[in-house]
């Protein structure tokens, strides 16, 4: 997929949004990243090319 035009982005938000934490400190220090979100100009489609799964762990604590 060739880079696209973005048409959203927000930087520093959680990676997990259905991850539970045991105290409200250790939800503020969880995992952050960014989404940019740019669409394929040939294509259409959409992907976030800020994604990086290396973020991402799936724990007792994630509930899907």
Known sequence: MKAGSTLYAV???PVLENRVYATAE???ACGRGDVVLAQDPESGLVRNEAF???LITYDEGYQN
Do not use: H, S, W
């Open 11 to 13: 930087r520093d938000v």
């Open 52 to 54: 990086d799964a290396r």
């Open 26 to 28: 250790d939800a503020r």
